[in-house]
C-alpha cells in the first residue's frame, strides 16, 4: 500500500496488485499465456525424445511445472507419446481417455488441456506429427530412387514399382500413420475444430507439393501430373489399413485358422494397389510425338 497526502490527511492508495470487489480487497489474477496446441512442433514425431541445442534429450521431472520454452516442449511431447501408447493399445481415439493419457504422461489432467483443449484437439497433434515423420520418411525414400527414363522400353513398370516400394516403406516406418489417417477421415474429423484443421491442413500444402515434385521425378511425370496422383496415396493407404490392419482388441479372431482367407498383408496390399494406380497414370498419359 502506497501512502498519499489529500488534504492533509494521509490516505491508502491500493497497490496495482490489488483490485476492489464491493468492499473486499482480492488479489488481482497473474496473467496466463497457456501454449498453442500446434507450437513448438518436435523433433522426432515417431515418439523420440525433443533434444536441446547441446543434443541432450528434453526431459522434466513428474509434478513439476514446465516454464522454459524447452521444457513445455519436452512436456508437450511426453503428452503426445502417452497418447500414442495408449492408442497403439487401443480399438479406436474414444476409448482413450484424457485422464488415462495424463497418468500415463506423469502429469495432472489440467495440464493436458494446457496443451490441448480437448481430445480430439491431442489426437490432431499427434496426427500432424505422425504425418511430418511420414512425409520426411517419404522424401528421404523418394530421393533415393533414380530418376524414370522415359525413352526406355519397360521404364514404367520398373517406376511404378519403385515409387510404390518408396510410399510403403516410409508407412512401415511410420507405422501409425496409416492408422491415424483413417481415423482422422472417418470418426475424429467430424468433431474437430474447423480453424485447427485448417491450419494443420494449410501446413503441410507445400510439403505435399514437394512430394509431388520428388514422385514426379521418379514416375517420370510432371509435378502438375503427379499433383494429381498424391491424393491417391491416402486413398490406398486408408484403404487398405481398413482391410489389411484390425484393431487390437480384434487381432486374436483373425489369428484363428478359419480366418485366414481374411489376413492380408498391409505392405503388399498397399504396394500392389499403388503400382497399379501408377501404371495406369502412367498409360493414360498422351505419347510424345516421334521427331
Request: proline share 9%; charged share 25%.
Given at each position: 500500500?502506497?501512502?498519499v497526502?489529500?488534504?492533509?490527511?494521509?490516505?491508502?492508495?491500493?497497490?496495482?496488485?490489488r483490485?476492489?470487489a464491493?468492499?473486499?480487497?482480492?488479489?488481482?489474477?497473474?496473467?496466463?499465456?497457456?501454449?498453442?496446441?500446434?507450437?513448438?512442433r518436435?523433433?522426432?514425431?515417431?515418439?523420440?525424445?525433443?533434444?536441446?541445442?547441446?543434443?541432450?534429450?528434453?526431459?522434466?521431472?513428474p509434478?513439476?511445472?514446465?516454464?522454459?520454452?524447452?521444457?513445455?516442449?519436452?512436456?508437450?511431447?511426453a503428452?503426445?507419446?502417452?497418447?500414442r501408447?495408449l492408442?497403439?493399445a487401443?480399438?479406436?481415439?474414444?476409448?482413450?481417455?484424457?485422464?488415462?493419457?495424463a497418468?500415463a504422461?506423469?502429469?495432472?489432467?489440467g495440464?493436458?488441456?494446457?496443451?490441448?483443449?480437448?481430445k480430439?484437439?491431442?489426437?490432431?497433434?499427434?496426427?500432424?506429427r505422425?504425418?511430418?515423420?511420414?512425409?520426411?520418411?517419404?522424401?528421404?525414400?523418394?530421393a533415393?530412387?533414380?530418376?524414370?527414363?522415359?525413352?526406355?522400353?519397360?521404364?514404367?513398370?520398373?517406376?511404378?514399382?519403385?515409387?510404390?516400394?518408396?510410399?510403403?516403406?516410409?508407412?512401415?516406418?511410420?507405422?501409425?500413420?496409416?492408422?491415424?489417417?483413417?481415423?482422422?477421415?472417418?470418426?475424429l474429423?467430424?468433431?474437430l475444430?474447423?480453424?485447427?484443421?485448417?491450419?494443420?491442413?494449410?501446413?503441410?500444402i507445400?510439403?505435399?507439393?514437394?512430394?509431388?515434385r520428388?514422385?514426379?521425378?521418379?514416375?517420370?511425370?510432371?509435378?502438375?501430373?503427379?499433383?494429381?496422383?498424391?491424393?491417391g496415396?491416402?486413398?490406398?493407404?486408408?484403404g487398405?489399413?481398413?482391410?489389411?490392419?484390425?484393431?487390437?482388441n480384434?487381432?486374436?479372431?483373425?489369428e484363428?485358422?478359419?480366418?485366414?482367407?481374411?489376413?492380408?498383408?498391409?505392405?503388399?496390399?498397399?504396394?500392389?494397389?499403388?503400382?497399379?494406380?501408377?501404371?495406369?497414370?502412367?498409360?493414360?498419359?498422351p505419347?510424345e510425338?516421334?521427331?
Amino acid at each position: 500500500m502506497n501512502l498519499v497526502t489529500a488534504g492533509g490527511t494521509q490516505q491508502r492508495r491500493p497497490s496495482a496488485s490489488r483490485v476492489r470487489a464491493g468492499r473486499h480487497a482480492v488479489p488481482a489474477l497473474p496473467r496466463c499465456d497457456f501454449p498453442a496446441i500446434l507450437a513448438p512442433r518436435w523433433d522426432d514425431p515417431c515418439g523420440r525424445p525433443a533434444t536441446g541445442q547441446d543434443g541432450a534429450p528434453l526431459t522434466i521431472a513428474p509434478g513439476r511445472r514446465a516454464r522454459s520454452t524447452e521444457a513445455k516442449a519436452a512436456r508437450r511431447e511426453a503428452i503426445l507419446d502417452a497418447a500414442r501408447r495408449l492408442y497403439e493399445a487401443a480399438p479406436t481415439i474414444e476409448a482413450v481417455g484424457i485422464e488415462e493419457v495424463a497418468r500415463a504422461a506423469g502429469v495432472a489432467k489440467g495440464t493436458v488441456y494446457l496443451y490441448a483443449p480437448s481430445k480430439e484437439a491431442l489426437f490432431l497433434a499427434l496426427y500432424e506429427r505422425t504425418t511430418l515423420a511420414w512425409l520426411d520418411r517419404l522424401e528421404a525414400r523418394l530421393a533415393a530412387k533414380p530418376a524414370a527414363d522415359p525413352a526406355r522400353a519397360g521404364y514404367a513398370a520398373d517406376a511404378a514399382r519403385a515409387a510404390a516400394a518408396a510410399v510403403v516403406g516410409a508407412c512401415m516406418e511410420v507405422p501409425l500413420m496409416a492408422r491415424l489417417n483413417a481415423a482422422l477421415h472417418g470418426s475424429l474429423e467430424p468433431r474437430l475444430d474447423p480453424d485447427a484443421l485448417y491450419a494443420v491442413k494449410i501446413g503441410m500444402i507445400e510439403r505435399l507439393n514437394g512430394i509431388a515434385r520428388d514422385l514426379g521425378r521418379v514416375l517420370g511425370l510432371p509435378a502438375r501430373e503427379a499433383a494429381e496422383v498424391v491424393p491417391g496415396l491416402f486413398v490406398c493407404m486408408i484403404g487398405c489399413h481398413h482391410v489389411a490392419m484390425p484393431p487390437p482388441n480384434l487381432a486374436g479372431l483373425y489369428e484363428r485358422p478359419e480366418m485366414a482367407p481374411y489376413r492380408l498383408d498391409f505392405s503388399r496390399l498397399m504396394g500392389n494397389s499403388l503400382r497399379d494406380m501408377f501404371l495406369g497414370r502412367l498409360a493414360a498419359r498422351p505419347e510424345e510425338p516421334a521427331c
